[in-house]
């Protein structure tokens, strides 16, 4: 089963809520990622956990915070958020084997700031 | 750095019509390369990839082939269906490099 669920698939937040995204994985992977990708672009990494550790950090905004619960889970964490984070927000895991690192993406939470 | 240049599109093409989507890259030693494929409202699928030079990968009649004398992976289809409209990425990554460089995408509408 090649599959990342995400949820919610769509949310509205104000600029002074919190809110959280969340990614499950029953693949074993030990990678997980999160992606945000704006209108007719690619997507852009944001963080990386590996084994349930964060090993990147794109120099993302404090207001956005990642969370590695466990092996098959991963939490963003939305605060204080502007208009223009406003995008779709990608979920992805890969088995960090040596030489291939192919992604399995979920279908993605479309997040819109008002 | 590593970087990845595919057409961009828009492509239009009515169906049955035969696809080639170029993609080339840069990056040193030896990448894995990916071709994604992204439905209107929807996440990333991977299509198909490949791992060393001279590989194929194939899936649902795409075809792309690596070429490491011209750093090249180049995406074809015999014949497009109406279903296949969609952006389609080429994307690489490096040995235990977690990160995956992306193209730009190719936006691809299939008419009937």
């Known amino acids: 089963d090649t599959e990342v669920t995400q949820t919610p698939k769509h949310l509205v937040m104000g600029m002074t809520n919190k809110k959280s995204l969340k990614c499950e994985q029953h693949?074993?992977?030990?990678?997980m990622y999160w992606y945000k990708q704006k209108a007719k672009k690619p997507p852009e990494l944001m963080f990386v956990?590996?084994?349930?550790?964060?090993?990147i950090n794109e120099s993302v905004p404090s207001r956005f915070s990642p969370e590695c619960p466990n092996s098959s889970l991963l939490n963003l964490h939305l605060h204080a958020l502007q208009p223009e984070d406003s995008a779709l927000y990608l979920c992805?895991?890969?088995?960090?084997?040596?030489?291939?690192?192919?992604?399995?993406f979920g279908q993605g939470t479309r997040l819109t700031v008002v | 750095g590593d970087s990845v240049t595919q057409m961009e599109g828009p492509v239009t093409l009515s169906e049955e019509a035969f696809l080639t989507i170029n993609c080339t890259y840069t990056?040193?030693?030896?990448?894995?390369l990916f071709w994604y494929v992204q439905y209107p409202g929807e996440g990333l699928q991977l299509l198909l990839k490949?791992?060393?030079?001279?590989d194929k990968g194939s899936n649902k009649g795409f075809e792309a082939t690596y070429r490491k004398e011209t750093t090249s992976f180049h995406l074809e289809k015999g014949s497009v269906q109406v279903s296949d409209s969609a952006v389609y990425f080429c994307?690489?990554?490096?040995?235990?490099?977690?990160?995956?460089?992306f193209g730009k995408g190719t936006l691809l509408t299939v008419n009937p």
């Open positions: 992805a895991s890969s088995q960090p084997l040596r030489g291939i690192t192919e992604a399995f």
């Open positions: 990056a040193t030693g030896y990448p894995s």
């Open positions: 956990y590996s084994y349930e550790k964060l090993s």
């Open positions: 490949a791992t060393k030079a001279d």
């Open positions: 994307a690489l990554t490096r040995g235990s490099n977690y990160k995956l460089t």
């Open positions: 693949m074993g992977h030990r990678a």
